[in-house]
Structures are given as structure tokens and as C-alpha cells.
């Protein structure tokens, strides 16, 4: 999917979580780093629908996000970074029902539901409840979830927190397959995953971009050169000093 965002900007009160953002995405993974209060979820959010920009567009290959809502959430697969799941749903019953709200038939969701919970090894635990379940497993459960129907467009918002790091592996060789045919953005404080994944970078900050471009074009000209995660301490530290 190419996905074109055009001045986006949402307001909280005095608080500008966003700053008419303007990124052009296509297919393959992108990081989007910063400190808290960056801006990183209000963007998510407001890719997926839940937030209503206070300016800006979103297009979708070309088309209006909001004026076309139904097919372009359709084409969307999000990892929120809460894990607010249906406690008494079993694992099975959670993905049927993520499934139905993509609009998957019967006969998909039946392959959908056994291939997704085999990518996240959650295969054995699909007649479990959820209350039952770690939050490394809850986790999980979510990934698999905005797998369902191979979306064009995938939004992970701290996708690994909680995994151990045999299942954050597992996540990052997920991702970096998928990110060869769809459009992938990953928001995250674990520079590990993405620093061999990314094909490009964003820096936000205060709700604004303030760097952006390919790991090797981030490390060489951050404001430490260095490696990726030297630069992002730089980019948190640089922040923190500007607050004090």
C-alpha cells in the first residue's frame, strides 16, 4: 500500500500531540521513534480511525481514507500498545470475532484463525480464556490478531513489550518478511527491533518530524553520530534537557 499522510495535526486542549505531519509510505517497514508525548500513539490513532484529526488527509493509494472508512480499516492491521482484550472471550473466539469485523468469510477466517495463531505459537491455546492467559500471551494474542486477512497496512504500537526475547525473535523475522509486501509501522523504545529491519526511520518530537531518512542516513548525520541506539539517547536526552 502506498500511504500518502498531508498535514495531519490533532490538538488536545493548549497541547499539540501532532503537528501537520506530512510522510509519504509505501511498502516496507518504518520505525517511528521518540520520547514519550512525541506524538508516536496520536499518529496510530489516527491512521486507525479512533482519533478525528483536526486537519489533514490520509490516502490510501491513492484514495481518500475518510471518505472510503470501511475499505481502508479493512486493509489495516493494528497492535495497539494496551492490552484491553475480552477476558472472557477464549483465544479462538477473540480471533473469530476480530476476524468478523474485517469482513472475513467463514471459510477465510477458518484458515485465517489456525494460520495466525501458529505464527505466534499460540496454536495449543486457542480453546483457552484469555483471563487465563500471561501477558507475554495477551501479547501474542494481538499480533495475531492484526495479522488476520494479511492487511496491507500493518500499525504495531510497542508491538514486543512483554514478549520474552525467544517470542521478540519470532516478531521481528515476522515483520521482516511481511515488510517485503506491505507497508509496515512500527512505533517502539527496543531499538533492536528495528534497527536491521527499518528501511527508513522518523524522529518525532513535541508532535512534529524532526529527522527522518534510512538507518545508515540517521547514524551518520544524528546529533551524535553513531549507532542507532547512541542516536536515539541523543534525540530522548536532547529532548529531556529542552524540558528542564
Known sequence: MKLDVEGLSKTYGKNKALCDMSYTFSEGVYAILGPNGAGKSTFFHLLTGTLKPDCGTILYDGKDAFRNKR?????IGFIPQQQELYAGFTLERFLWYMASLKGLSKKETEEEVRRV????????DLPRLLSSFSGGMRQRALIA???LGSPALLICDEPTSGLDPKERIRFREMVAEYGKKATVLISTHIVSDIENLA???IFLKKGSV???GSPEEICAGGPVPGPMQTILEAFYMASYEEEQ
Open 145 to 147: 490478531q492484526a495479522f
Open 199 to 201: 528501511k527508513e526511520v
Open 71 to 75: 475499505d481502508y480499516l479493512s486493509k
Open 210 to 212: 524532526i529527522a527522518s
Open 117 to 124: 495463531a501458529a505464527q505466534v505459537n499460540l496454536t495449543e
